[in-house]
C-alpha cells in the first residue's frame, strides 16, 4: 500500500487559491453595456477595443498557470509542510497570485493609453514580490528541514536562486515602465515564455 501523502490540505488549498485567482482573471473581459451595437461591424469594434484585455488575461493566466505548475514540483521536494515559516512563506506566495487580476485589470484598460505607466509598473511590482516569496519559501524548506533528501534540498536551492534573478529582472523592470511602459509590457510577456520553455524543457529532460 502506498504511502499517503502528508501534504494533501496543504496542497488542496492552494491548488483552490491558484483556481480561484485564474477565474477572476476573466471576469473584466466584457464590452460595457453602454455600448449600442446595431450591426456586427460595431460588435467586431467593440471587441477589437477589448484586445488589451485579453492581452492582459492571457499573460496573467500563463503568469498563474506557470507559478501553479512550479508550486505543485516544488511541493513534490517536500516530505512535510508543517514549519510555521514555510506555510507564512507560501501565504505571501498567495497573496501575489490572488493580487494579480487587481493590476492584470489596470493593464487591460490602460496599455494602449499615454497612462499606461502605473499599470505596468504595478504588474512588474508585484512579479518582484512574488520572486521574494519564492526565495522565503526556498529558505524556510532549507532552513527547517522539509526537503525530502539531498537531491531535493539542491532543487530547493535552485528555486530559490531563480527567485533572486528574477526579483532583479522584474525590479528592473519595474523602474524602466516609468519611461518604456509598452516596451517593458512586451518584454515581460517574454519572460514568462521563456520560463514556460524553460520549464516544459526541464520536465522532458527528467523523463
Sequence with gaps: MSEAN???RF?????????????????DIKIPSTVEINSTADLWREISHITPSIFAFLLSFAVILITWVNHHNGSKLLKKTSSSAFLYANG???????????????????????????????????????????VLISKAALKDGLGKSEAANIEIRKNGTFGYYAFMLYLVCSILAIWFP?????????????????????KNEEK
Design 11 to 27: 496542497e488542496a488549498f492552494c491548488d483552490g487559491v491558484f483556481a480561484i485567482a485564474m477565474t477572476l482573471l476573466v471576469i
Design 92 to 134: 505571501f506566495l498567495l497573496l501575489t497570485v490572488v493580487f494579480i487580476p487587481f493590476p492584470t485589470s489596470l493593464l487591460g484598460e490602460y496599455l494602449l493609453t499615454r497612462h499606461a505607466a502605473p499599470a505596468v509598473i504595478l504588474y512588474d511590482s508585484v512579479l518582484a514580490l512574488q520572486a521574494i516569496a519564492w
Design 6 to 8: 502528508v501534504n494533501t
Design 182 to 202: 509598452l516596451a517593458i509590457a512586451s518584454l515581460t510577456t517574454l519572460t514568462w515564455i521563456f520560463w514556460m520553455i524553460i520549464g516544459i524543457k526541464i
